[in-house]
Nanobody, 123 residues
């Protein structure tokens, strides 16, 4: 049973990346999936969550309008599309599963989480 974030890389300001949160051993569709990021020297930040039902995803103000969260149940994967990236988006990004979207940045309160993926935005 595993949850794994991937898709990170280096991109220039204004660029885009798509991160994936893939599950193995369980069905992502049954869980709310949240994304977090943590930059060096900063606290972990909750940035987005997609509920289990048809409600729209939630976003932190810092990424609203630039990031889009979606599910592909056939692939058992949740995607975080990141557009108009800024230098301050540089961080390790990771995903976690829970029964509902809470907005909490405390990873230990979530059911499961995996290794993060590095996103670097730099010119």
């Amino acid at each position: 049973v595993q949850l794994q974030a991937s898709g990170g890389g280096s991109v220039q300001p204004g660029g885009s990346l798509r991160l994936s949160c893939a599950a193995s051993g369980f069905t992502l569709e049954s869980y709310a999936i949240a994304w977090f990021r943590q930059a060096p020297g900063k606290e972990r930040e909750w940035i987005s969550c997609i509920p289990t039902d048809d409600d729209r995803p939630y976003y932190a103000d810092s990424v609203k309008g630039r990031f889009t969260l979606s599910r592909d149940n056939a692939k058992n994967t949740v995607f975080l599309q990141m557009n108009s990236l800024k230098n301050e988006d540089t961080a390790v990004y990771l995903c976690a599963s829970d029964r509902r979207c809470t907005g909490s940045p405390t990873l230990e309160l979530y059911i499961r989480w995996g290794q993060g993926t590095q996103v670097t935005v730099s010119s």
